[in-house]
T-cell receptor, first 110, second 112 residues
Framework: EAGVTQSPTHLIKTRGQQATLRCSPI?????VYWYQQALGLGLQFLLW???????NRGNFPPRFSGRQFPNYSSELNVNALELEDSALYLC?????????FGPGTRLTVT | AQSVTQLDSQVPVFEEAPVELRCNYS??????LFWYVQYPNQGLQLLLK??????LVESINGFEAEFNKSQTSFHLRKPSVHISDTAEYFC??????????FGRGTSLIVHP
């Protein structure tokens, strides 16, 4: 069974640009979660999608947004990038109580 | 509301020594508890979980954790660590919300 996949692995952007990160969940999983892992801060919850709908969002500004497609894959968009957006962005999929994580996208903002 | 505290940001230990990584949580409802491991440049992998039943849960690679409701703890232990156990370990709690809350992580550093 294929795990959660994320693309790209690395992304380098300049301040003010937009970034798009993609996630494909495990087959059969309908929920996708996005987390930001900045150095020393652990995992900060960003967004939760289930059955194509945004169900919850963390304490992040509106320039962090996303969507979930009919095949349950998901996209995270970050607009007007700031230096402090540099982090590892992790996607997780879930069917019930456990989350399964992808390898992450390392976003660097210069 | 729910929260998780991992009391140690870094735990250095020698190979073959025992180790305990501490995790305390708070929640107003019944909880599910998880430990995840993150190796360098990788995502998180589920190590073990407590959902219900026996309070002692084990992983396939020798780690175990005990759910202690009275002390609101879920400490992770291993009787003898290997160099390959060097990684970041995250404790997570899931209560009434569908969103788990993660601790800040404990870096386990195993020295030869």
């Amino acid at each position: 069974e294929a795990g959660v996949t994320q693309s790209p692995t690395h992304l380098i952007k300049t301040r003010g640009q937009q970034a798009t990160l993609r996630c494909s969940p495990i087959s059969g999983h309908t929920s996708v979660y996005w987390y930001q892992q900045a150095l020393g801060l652990g995992l900060q919850f960003l967004l939760w999608y289930d059955e194509g709908e945004e169900r919850n969002r963390g304490n992040f500004p509106p320039r962090f947004s996303g969507r979930q497609f009919p095949n349950y894959s998901s996209e995270l968009n970050v607009n007007a990038l700031e230096l402090e957006d540099s982090a590892l962005y992790l996607c997780a999929s879930s069917l019930r109580d456990e989350q399964y994580f992808g390898p992450g996208t390392r976003l660097t903002v210069t | 509301a729910q929260s998780v505290t991992q009391l140690d940001s870094q735990v250095p230990v020698f190979e073959e020594a025992p180790v305990e990584l501490r995790c305390n949580y708070s929640s107003s409802v019944s909880v599910y508890l998880f430990w995840y491991v993150q190796y360098p440049n990788q995502g998180l992998q589920l190590l073990l979980k407590y959902l219900s039943g026996s309070t002692l849960v084990e992983s396939i690679n020798g780690f175990e954790a005990e759910f202690n409701k009275s002390q609101t703890s879920f400490h992770l232990r291993k009787p003898s660590v290997h160099i390959s156990d060097t990684a970041e370990y995250f404790c997570a709690v899931k209560g009434g919300s569908y969103i788990p809350t993660f601790g800040r992580g404990t870096s386990l550093i195993v020295h030869p």
